[in-house]
């Protein structure tokens, strides 16, 4: 089957009322076919045959017109509306990320060929899906549709972005807004990326055929950086805080960092509560925030964001902390919207210029604050820290900024709450009135490619179900979940200090058993 036809001549293009006029020339007028076809510029042979299928009655309009101009299409195996129908179903399945992949939708036009007992190719059925050619034909007459490679996200992110959350997190933000009345310079979005010694290099100029080209990186594995960074409505930025992986932390580290940036160290180069608290103190003194002034902090749930340390600091001066659902910052997070993405890009771009700047030399980890105070400043422009605040909705606020599509993903793990079966109520068993049973049996097709009618029909939701989650269990142990609150509120700061007053004293029970089974054991022995 040819994919891409090109046409080599005008034959059977010739327009239905000049072939009508042609042939009323030859049945009435008594003319020849040879003079007439040269005078309308139609093949011979096309107006012969035209003449000898049309009848007087169709000439003199006694009767519709039955007779077609020009080539009959090839006929295809489902009807423009059920392929309508098919391109929905698989927009739907890429919204909710469980796209079908090309065999999969092969196997599926088989599924639904075979159901509604529409005539298929005998490679179908041997193949028992559908060929190549009339998958590419279908991709051709929908071009809205397109052979894409999705991007890995977790259950978490996907499920965790719904419309109870989002609107659990505007309404806490609308709360403080009221509450403050803060102006967009006061309003600062804070969070964590990491940087590594070694790069993801960018594309290069190469020659063509070689299926390898190799680029330097320092190593094999990097080191792990760990960078704070703060941005406000208005697009400024606050120097940027590091923690390095090592157990202390030394001024030369951050030599050659940003003008104003503060480190700490950690052997994991991961945030903790202690560095938080310091990152709030160097927030502190770049805003100049206090408790008659106070400043808005939004950022993730984090376990080192919510130290009792920090937030009494926090809430000393005047800095109110309001968290992000969980699983969500990609999404209503500044930052994480329009700023780390170009940040990464430029110190891929900055640490491939040291390394051919440097040659032999291995990067290091007292090397990165360098290539972050060259990279930094070209991401955090006022133009897209601005634009991540616009399209989070968060400033100007626009609760509304999401669309319906946003919150698809979260369909699988929509469902009710589990109801007791405490609360229910027998009802006795009512006759119904008797119906016919479905029974499996070949569906009705209309005339040509027409959509295939019958009473069991499927449609192609009701062949492949969309995936849906079970219900939720009823009882059992319920894992404690972080949600969007305004951490610096008294009864939210009063409950966290609790939850961290327990999880100390089970921790050291724990301890105080594991030490007296020890001792136990070294007794006996």
């Known amino acids: 089957?040819?994919?891409?036809?090109?046409?080599?001549?005008?034959?059977?293009?010739?327009?239905?009322?000049?072939m009508l006029?042609?042939?009323?020339?030859?049945?009435?007028?008594?003319?020849?076919?040879?003079?007439?076809?040269?005078?309308?510029?139609?093949?011979?042979?096309?107006?012969?045959?035209?003449?000898?299928?049309i009848s007087q009655d169709e000439i003199e309009g006694k009767k519709e017109l039955g007779v077609a101009v020009g080539y009959i299409r090839n006929r295809q195996i489902f009807s423009p509306d059920f392929e309508?129908?098919?391109?929905?179903?698989?927009?739907?399945?890429?919204n909710i990320y469980f796209g079908l992949s090309p065999r999969e939708v092969k196997k599926l036009a088989f599924q639904l060929a075979v159901s509604h007992n529409i005539k298929v190719p005998e490679t179908w059925s041997k193949l028992q899906q559908a060929g190549c050619d009339c998958f590419t034909a279908f991709l051709k007459r929908h071009p809205s549709l397109s052979i894409r490679k999705p991007e890995a996200t977790s259950l978490a992110r996907a499920t965790s972005f719904n419309k109870e959350n989002v609107k659990a997190f505007f309404n806490n933000l609308?709360?403080?807004?009221?509450?403050?009345?803060?102006?967009?310079?006061?309003?600062?979005?804070?969070?964590?990326?990491?940087?590594?010694?070694?790069?993801?290099?960018?594309?290069?100029?190469?020659?063509?055929?070689?299926?390898?080209?190799?680029?330097?990186?320092?190593a094999e594995q990097g080191s792990l950086i760990t960078l704070a960074c703060a941005v406000s409505a208005t697009g400024n930025s606050l120097p940027p805080y590091f923690v390095f992986p090592r157990v202390n932390f030394r001024d030369h580290f951050i030599l050659n960092g940003p003008t104003g940036c503060k480190g700490g160290a950690n052997p994991s180069g991961w945030m903790k509560e202690e560095h938080f608290v310091e990152f709030l103190k160097h927030f502190v003194e770049n805003t100049k925030c206090t408790k008659e002034k106070p400043c808005l902090l939004l950022l993730d749930n984090h376990e080192s964001h919510l130290s009792v340390s920090g937030l009494n600091y926090a809430k000393e001066n005047g800095v109110v902390m309001l968290s992000f659902p969980p699983h969500c910052s990609h999404r209503l997070q500044p930052l994480d919207r329009t700023v780390y993405g170009p940040l990464k890009r430029h110190v891929n771009t900055a640490c491939d210029s040291w390394m051919?700047?440097?040659?032999?030399?291995?990067?290091?980890?007292?090397?990165?604050?360098?290539?972050?105070?060259?990279a930094y400043p070209l991401a955090a422009t006022p133009n897209n820290i601005q634009s991540g605040f616009r399209v989070t909705g968060i400033s100007p606020y626009n609760r509304d900024v999401f669309p319906e599509d946003a919150f698809a993903p979260s369909?699988?793990?929509?469902?009710?709450?589990?109801?007791?079966?405490?609360?229910?109520?027998?009802?006795?068993?009512?006759?119904?009135?008797?119906t016919d049973n479905a029974v499996p049996g070949p569906s009705g097709v209309s005339a040509g490619t027409g959509r295939p009618t019958g009473r069991h029909s499927l449609t192609p939701e009701e062949l492949r179900p969309f995936p849906k989650a079970g219900p939720r269990k009823v009882g059992g142990a319920v894992r404690r979940k972080r949600k969007t609150a305004i951490l610096t509120d008294t009864p939210v700061k009063r409950q966290l200090e609790e939850q961290k007053a327990a999880t100390k004293k089970r921790l050291f029970k724990k301890k105080q058993e594991a030490t007296s089974e020890s001792s136990i054991q070294s007794s006996c022995s």
């Open 84 to 94: 309508e129908e098919l391109v929905k179903y698989l927009f739907k399945s890429a």
């Open 174 to 218: 609308e709360t403080v807004m009221q509450r403050h009345r803060f102006p967009p310079g006061d309003i600062w979005n804070m969070d964590e990326t990491g940087v590594t010694t070694v790069q993801k290099p960018n594309r290069v100029i190469a020659r063509w055929g070689f299926k390898q080209i190799g680029s330097i990186t320092s």
């Open 21 to 53: 006029e042609a042939a009323r020339q030859v049945k009435t007028q008594n003319r020849s076919i040879r003079s007439t076809a040269k005078e309308f510029i139609i093949p011979l042979s096309t107006l012969s045959r035209y003449c000898h299928k």
């Open 356 to 374: 051919l700047n440097n040659p032999g030399k291995t990067m290091s980890i007292y090397d990165v604050p360098g290539i972050v105070a060259t």
């Open 1 to 18: 089957m040819v994919r891409k036809y090109l046409r080599t001549t005008e034959r059977g293009k010739t327009p239905a009322q000049i």
């Open 411 to 434: 369909y699988v793990t929509d469902r009710p709450n589990p109801v007791p079966t405490a609360n229910l109520v027998a009802v006795p068993d009512e006759p119904h009135p008797a």
